[in-house]
Nanobody
Framework: QVQLVESGGGLVQAGGSLRLSCAAS????????MGWYRQAPGKQRELVAR???????NYADFVKGRFTISRDNAENTVYLQMNSLKPEDTAVYYC???????????WGQGTQVTVSS
């Protein structure tokens, strides 16, 4: 099993920045892609950004140019640097990893990000 612990959420004013971290432990050798999703109240969970083992990234259009995903494979940690935050970025942010073995996907517990106008 892989355990994920997220940190870095909080309350910030519009235009501000936050950095989320997600540290993995356990069978980390099975981790492939790492990513961040978010879910706002009354909305479906949506992809924010993902990064492969080799560093290839993809972003949702609504965060391009504002958010940057990165990972430290030695520390089994993925980061999400969020700049120029907007009130519509308010959501619970979930860390997600794809695994080479069952259960193939693992989610973190989520961290709240609130952006005030």
């Amino acid at each position: 099993q892989v355990q994920l612990v997220e940190s870095g959420g909080g309350l910030v004013q519009a235009g501000g920045s936050l950095r989320l971290s997600c540290a993995a432990s356990g069978r980390t050798f099975s981790i492939n892609t790492m990513g961040w999703y978010r879910q706002a109240p009354g909305k479906q969970r949506e992809l924010v950004a993902r990064i492969t083992r080799t560093g290839s990234t993809n972003y949702a259009d609504f965060v391009k140019g504002r958010f940057t995903i990165s990972r430290d494979n030695a520390e089994n940690t993925v980061y999400l640097q969020m700049n120029s935050l907007k009130p519509e970025d308010t959501a619970v942010y979930y860390c997600n990893v794809d695994l080479d073995t069952a259960p193939y996907v693992q989610w973190g517990q989520g961290t709240q990000v609130t952006v005030s106008s």
